[in-house]
């Protein structure tokens, strides 16, 4: 028997080291802070887990697949032009977004009030309602990478649904 999924979730993780020298790119603004986010793009950890998210859901794989890091293209890439890309694919798969909610863990700098400037800017990019997309910071009282400000991570869940098509 085969079953109709009209909806598909998705899961994204992502992790980056921090290091001086470096800006520090998070839900599409930059963000004033001693230590940047290394990556081969822009490093922004929040836009690539949301990226895995989606393409994850759409059985499209991960971002590494779609976008690898050996690409001397992507060099220093602005992650939301990835972003949009990755909502394209979606879309061309038959997706549309029905919500998504992160989680950025960051030990500095404090992000609470930079949080809905992040959302608008991403709502912006993947062309969403306001409040379809939900971003919450939280640090790990100061144990692991996290809390030793070696690295930040971020966790994503996005749900999609099966585009109506109108005959």
Known sequence: MRVNMNFRVGVGYDVHRLEPG?????????????????????????????CDAMLGAAALRDIGFQFPDDD?????????????????LVSDAGYAIGNIDSTICIQ????KDLIPIMQQALE????????????KAT?????????????????????????????
């Not at 990835?82 to 394209?88: E, G, H, I, N, S």
């Not at 100061?142 to 996005?158: D, S």
């Open 124 to 135: 912006d990019v993947l062309n969403l309602e306001s409040g379809s997309l939900s971003i």
């Open 72 to 88: 001397p293209m992507l060099k220093g890439v602005d992650s939301k032009l990835l972003l949009k890309r990755t909502a394209a």
């Open 22 to 50: 470096y800006d520090l790119w998070l839900g599409g603004i930059k963000i004033e802070h001693s230590k940047g986010s290394v990556g081969h793009s822009d490093g922004d950890v929040l836009i690539h887990a949301i």
């Open 139 to 167: 640090t790990t009282e100061k144990l692991g990478f996290v809390g030793n400000e070696q690295g930040i991570a971020a966790y994503t869940v996005v749900l999609l649904y099966k585009k109506q098509v109108d005959l």
């Open 108 to 111: 500095q700098p404090k992000i």
